[in-house]
């Protein structure tokens, strides 16, 4: 049971290139969540998913999109990469029932040239 | 003025201390209250959960007060292993957000 994992660990990104983060979680979690944690602001959501198929924006989704085309994953894209997303992305995920206790992954580092 | 607002800390207490964290949540109809821990470098994992009567999980107890909107984190006989940075985490009422207050950084000395 290896949980919620995030491919590639750390990126450097030239400015404009598009990239995609993905996360996957083997705990039949109906939620999913992407962050971004930038020093002295916390983690700040970026979208949710609360099931395949649907996703919603949170609190700073703009240059980002994001798919729930399988439960298991959750991809979070960058068209055109800018220096002010270098930032480190965290996924979670979480049971219907108790939605609030969010299982994160290990996070995945990105520089922005 | 930000939803979830902590002291960054650091907090510097020799092992064996008492330490105690607050923080403050704008947002009045939040109903779920969380601290969770942040190893350096390392994903954010549940704590404990903060409920109005207050709860306890071996040396560490949590409070909650509604009515002042202040949620507080009480470490008891501080190890090493305490050393992280701990996070404030408010629910909506909706149940499907949560927003998370910058954390303060707890480091134990010998």
């Known amino acids: 049971n290896a949980g919620v994992t995030q491919t590639p660990k750390f990126r450097v990104l030239k400015t404009g290139q598009s990239m995609t983060l993905l996360c996957a979680q083997d705990?039949?979690?109906?939620?999913m969540y992407w962050y971004r944690q930038d020093p002295g602001m916390g983690l700040r959501l970026i979208h949710y998913?609360?099931?395949?198929?649907?996703?919603a924006k949170g609190e700073v989704p703009d240059g980002y999109n994001v798919s729930r085309l399988k439960k298991q994953n959750f991809l979070l894209g960058l068209e055109s990469a800018a220096p002010s997303q270098t930032s480190v992305y965290f996924c979670a995920s979480s049971y219907i029932r108790v939605r609030e206790t969010q299982y994160f992954g290990p996070g995945t580092r990105l520089l922005v040239l | 003025r930000k939803e979830v607002e902590q002291d960054p800390g650091p907090f510097n207490v020799p092992e064996g201390a008492t330490v105690a964290f607050n923080c403050t949540y704008s947002n009045s109809a939040s109903q779920s209250f969380f601290w969770y821990r942040q190893d350096c470098r390392k994903e954010p994992k549940l704590l404990m959960s903060?409920?109005?009567s207050g709860n306890e999980d071996g040396r560490f107890t949590a409070q909650l007060n509604r009515a002042s909107q202040y949620i507080s984190l009480l470490i008891r006989d501080s190890k090493l292993s305490d050393s992280a940075t701990y996070l404030c985490v408010v629910g909506n009422n909706a149940g499907n957000m949560l927003t998370f207050g910058g954390g303060t950084r707890l480091m134990v000395k010998p």
């Open positions: 998913s609360v099931g395949e198929g649907t996703t």
């Open positions: 903060v409920y109005s």
């Open positions: 705990m039949n979690h109906e939620y």
